[in-house]
């Protein structure tokens, strides 16, 4: 079974046509919270099977929304070529150790993220079954469909614990997102300032087509589902993510091939290195270039409220006006908040936009086990032979990670031998010896079952190794801004 080609966020196709679609790259998937978790699947039979497969209408529909793809693009579908390294089925990580990397041509590896994302609910629903069963009929007692459904009890199987009673409301769910999304039109004053970004905050596609059927419903039009829009008939939107500035190592020269490469207005992601001293001057010193062609910023980690104040500052002696573009875990309260500092900077409603994902596709689904819970990220973490990483607005420490920093490299887990002591995992880099007392997990033979092995609180965590420590502090001294 494979995927639809455009079972994938919008940006991801901008991102190609605006990068190198064919450089080896590596991205790797992990959870910043939740503590001990199983993993309950074959994560390279997953990957395989979520690899996308072209039908009937898929080219033309991108093209006819401003995603045309080039020569490079398609080649890469034709005989698509992944290396994963991964976890064994039925072992237990712990937070911000490397669940999977793949390895691939750019555009491909890219392409995956929304879907492997979904893997974080069956992670969480086999961690309840086997660390906290008295938690998991609550848990999914309420489903959104079928295909969620069949995921539990996948999952469920693989674990070896029997399914508790189980009901599923379809309609329910899409009403509820209709609901959520009505109060914000009511809030903003018309659902074109509003558009949908939850594919990744889903448990499966299904789910999110239903979420956008109930943001239909209340008249919002654009999503970043790019499936979605084709089969409810919105208009996919996005154009570029952390892994396009990652990737060029620099906010100008990203910003300058989005806007060389594509013709389209583009909007400008701030905080990959720092919002205040690097993505912000960088974008509004473009725009100021460029003159008011409709191009608009995104905020993402930090004090938003500080730096929508800044940018308006900036942008009053760059002489432009940008759309402000604001996401991230937004809600009503949220959305009520930058409404007002809108009118209090005079800002015009049409200069200001807000996108939204958990907070419809997520929360409404009955259940507590959403991707927020356990903070899952999928990221580029070498770009070429070039390691590589996120920074985010956080400690310039150099001897661990924190908040939305990630992980450089090819990252691989080393696992404590039972009778040793220190953290129960390390995170290492592919090739590098395990420490001692350590052997490396990333790759060995599936596993019986999930250990239940008692680990002390302040074990339950993964450290650096001295291999992936090097990398994070040659990054974080070479730091732009």
């Not at 940006?11 to 001990?36: I, V």
């Not at 650096?464 to 040659?474: D, P």
């Amino acid at each position: 079974m494979a995927a639809n080609l455009l079972a994938t966020d919008g940006y991801k196709f901008s991102m190609a046509e605006a990068g190198w679609p064919l450089r080896r790259e590596t991205f790797y998937l992990s959870h910043r919270k939740g503590g001990l978790q199983v993993l309950p699947f074959d994560v390279e039979v997953e990957v395989k099977r979520a690899l996308p497969e072209v039908a009937d209408g898929d080219w033309a529909f991108l093209a006819r929304n401003q995603y045309e793809m080039g020569p490079a693009f398609r080649s890469v579908l034709e005989k698509p070529e992944l290396t994963v390294r991964a976890l064994p089925r039925l072992s237990v990580f712990a937070e911000r150790e490397p669940v999977m990397t793949v390895t691939g041509p750019s555009a491909l590896v890219s392409w995956l993220e929304p879907l492997a994302l979904q893997f974080n609910y069956r992670i969480q629903v086999a961690t309840l079954a086997v660390f906290e069963p008295e938690k998991l009929p609550a848990a999914v007692a309420e489903l959104t469909c079928e295909a969620q459904r069949a995921l539990v009890l996948e999952t469920l199987d693989a674990v070896k614990v029997t399914p508790p009673p189980m009901r599923v409301d379809s309609e329910g769910y899409v009403e509820r997102v209709r609901a959520r999304v009505a109060e914000l039109v009511e809030i903003v004053g018309t659902a074109d300032r509003l558009f949908e970004v939850g594919l990744r905050a889903a448990t499966c596609v299904e789910q999110h087509l239903l979420a956008l059927e109930g943001c239909r419903r209340a008249g919002l039009t654009r999503t970043s589902h790019v499936l979605g829009a084709s089969v409810l008939g919105l208009t996919p939107v996005g154009t570029m993510g952390h892994e396009h500035i990652q990737r060029f190592g620099s906010d100008d020269a990203a910003f300058r091939a989005m806007v060389e490469r594509r013709y389209q207005r583009s909007s400008f992601l701030l905080d990959t290195f720092d919002t205040m001293t690097s993505g912000l001057p960088a974008a509004l010193a473009l725009m100021s270039e460029r003159g008011q062609v409709g191009d608009s910023i995104r905020y993402d980690s930090g004090d938003k409220e500080a730096q929508y104040r800044r940018a308006f500052e900036l942008s009053k002696q760059h002489g432009v006006r940008p759309v402000q573009i604001l996401e991230d875990g937004f809600d009503a309260a949220q959305t009520r908040r930058f409404e007002a500092l809108r009118v209090e900077l005079g800002l015009r409603p049409d200069e200001q936009v807000y996108g939204y994902g958990g907070y419809l596709v997520a929360q409404t689904a009955g259940t507590p086990l959403t991707r927020d819970r356990v903070s899952a990220v999928y990221k580029l973490s070498q770009t070429g032979q070039r390691p590589t990483m996120k920074f985010g607005n956080d400690s310039t420490d150099t001897s661990s990670l924190s908040g939305k920093q990630s992980v450089p490299g090819v990252p691989v887990v080393f696992r404590r031998r039972a009778g040793t002591a220190g953290p129960y995992g390390v995170i290492g880099q592919a090739g590098e010896a395990a420490p001692e007392g350590y052997v490396e997990l990333t790759g060995a033979a599936p596993l019986a079952a999930p250990s239940r092995e008692v680990v002390r609180p302040e074990d339950a965590k993964a450290v650096l190794s001295e291999g992936s420590k090097a990398l994070v502090a040659q990054l974080k001294n070479w730091r732009p801004g």
